[in-house]
């Protein structure tokens, strides 16, 4: 089992930045961290995710405006947030798979991040 406690979230104005972040516990080697974001309006979203080789993708949305990266000693992955906007707001939820592919096995809580206009 893994356990993944992220921290980080608040509310920030509109042009803003947040770094999030997300410790792993328990059982600590997975290939792949990444982050996902969820709100009233929408499902579950792919946010960014890095593997173990250190290969990271971004979703469109955020690309050039967020960096994921990965403290491979402290098994922490974190998510540095800049140029927020309102359509940030929402629930960031920090995830973690044994594979490089497919589904993700382990969840965290989730952190709200609130971007004011």
């Known amino acids: 089992q893994v356990q993944l406690v992220e921290s980080g979230g608040g509310l920030v104005p509109a042009g803003g930045s947040l770094r999030l972040s997300c410790a792993a516990s328990g059982r600590t080697f997975t290939n792949r961290m990444g982050w996902f974001c969820q709100d009233a309006r929408r499902e579950r979203e792919f946010v960014s995710s890095i593997i173990s080789g250190g290969r990271v993708v971004y979703a469109d949305s955020v690309r050039g405006r967020f960096t994921i990266s990965k403290d491979n000693v402290q098994n922490t992955v974190f998510l540095q947030m800049n140029s927020l906007k309102p359509e940030d707001t929402a629930y960031y939820y920090c995830?973690?798979?044994?594979?490089?592919?497919?589904?993700?096995?382990?969840w965290g809580q989730g952190t709200k991040v609130t971007v004011s206009s």
């Open positions: 995830a973690a798979a044994i594979t490089n592919f497919g589904s993700w096995q382990y």
